[in-house]
């Protein structure tokens, strides 16, 4: 009996979290594609939102392929069927698909959100495209906690399926996340402050921080080096990019705090066997488990499926529901 009701409450949940993210998929392209005077690239002008307009950014596949990889990330870590395997073969196709094949280009990730930024901070216009990528990618984390960043962005797969080499001696590396917390926040104050000062921000001035040029196929000599030493250190840490440097991993950090699922603990069932803190990548498990403050989680998975009683799961979060009692 207690089966059935689960299976129909978690029924019920997905259903209502589908019509959610179709909302989503309908709005945020016609946005993108039906606004700013016609060419989409301003907040200002008019509304073309004629049918040909509306129906070309129905069929924008960079939001629908993402809202369907976003749900199906959602489904796999709701009915715990996600593996350390499955995971890296996703990660391989969400590469190819939002990288190679050119498909969630135009505006980056990393553009869309600092380029908002950058305007305000300037007085200049906001584009239409870049301010629904950024509501794209907000709106996602916060239905899941990191939806976007880990089942959407290709340089993120990038990096997940570069640590899975083995690291030389077997060693990999989980950086104290105050550390890694504090160096991304200051990054992001210094961009702050050149961009009130100059204009220009740290992240995309001559693209020394923005490896989301990659997919563009841009080959310069400073993007090589950023792109190759992200890799050399996606080896022995996992998704360095994302914790040291990445605005966008810095705001879905934040939204994280309101995301309505996220990585849940039933304290009932855990025996403290400390399983899933060694098999995870990530350092926010120990986290998660100890009840402090989390570090970013990326909805791999890997902790749900390696808890041998259970006691991980992807659900509604709930206010003082996983704090550890003293």
């Known amino acids: 009996m207690q089966w059935a009701q689960s299976v129909k409450r978690n029924t019920i949940y997905l259903s209502v979290f589908c019509i959610a993210l179709s909302m989503i998929l309908t709005c945020a ?62 990660m391989c196709v969400v590469f190819v698909l939002f990288g190679v094949l050119v498909v969630m280009h135009q505006p980056s990730p990393l553009r869309a959100v600092v380029d908002p930024i950058t305007a305000l901070a300037t007085s200049g216009a906001i584009t239409l495209k870049k301010a629904t990528m950024m509501v794209f990618i907000g709106s996602l984390s916060v239905i899941g906690a990191k939806l976007f960043c880990g089942w959407v962005c290709p340089f993120g797969a990038l990096q997940e399926i570069v640590n899975r080499i083995p690291a030389p001696l077997g060693k990999k590396i989980k950086l104290p996340f105050k550390i890694s917390n504090g160096i991304r926040i200051s990054i ?46 996606s080896v022995f840490v996992y998704r360095p990019f994302c914790y040291l ?82």
């Open 188 to 233: 992001f104050v210094i961009s702050l402050i050149m961009v009130i000062s100059t204009g220009s921000d740290l992240y995309t001035y001559r693209n020394i921080l923005n490896p989301f040029e990659l997919f563009g196929w841009h080959f310069e000599l400073v993007l090589a080096v950023l792109v190759g030493a992200v890799l050399i250190a």
């Open 29 to 90: 392209p016609v946005l993108a594609e039906g606004g700013g005077g016609g060419d989409g690239s301003g907040m200002g002008g008019g509304r073309n939102t004629d049918i040909a307009s509306v129906s070309t950014g129905l069929l924008s596949l960079k939001f629908i392929l993402g809202g369907l990889f976003a749900l199906t990330g959602l489904i796999l870590l709701k009915m715990t069927k996600i593996n350390r395997n499955i995971r890296t073969l996703l």
């Open 245 to 326: 440097v990445c605005p966008v991993g810095l705001l879905t950090w934040l939204l994280e705090r309101i995301s309505i699922f996220r990585v849940r603990i039933d304290r009932e069932k855990c025996n403290n066997c400390k399983k899933c803190i060694r098999v995870a990548p990530c350092p926010s498990v120990k986290a998660i488990v100890n009840g402090k403050l989390r570090p970013d989680c990326f909805a791999c998975g890997v902790c749900i499926d390696a808890c041998p009683e259970g006691a991980l799961a992807f659900g509604i979060w709930k206010p003082g529901a996983d704090r550890k009692s003293d």
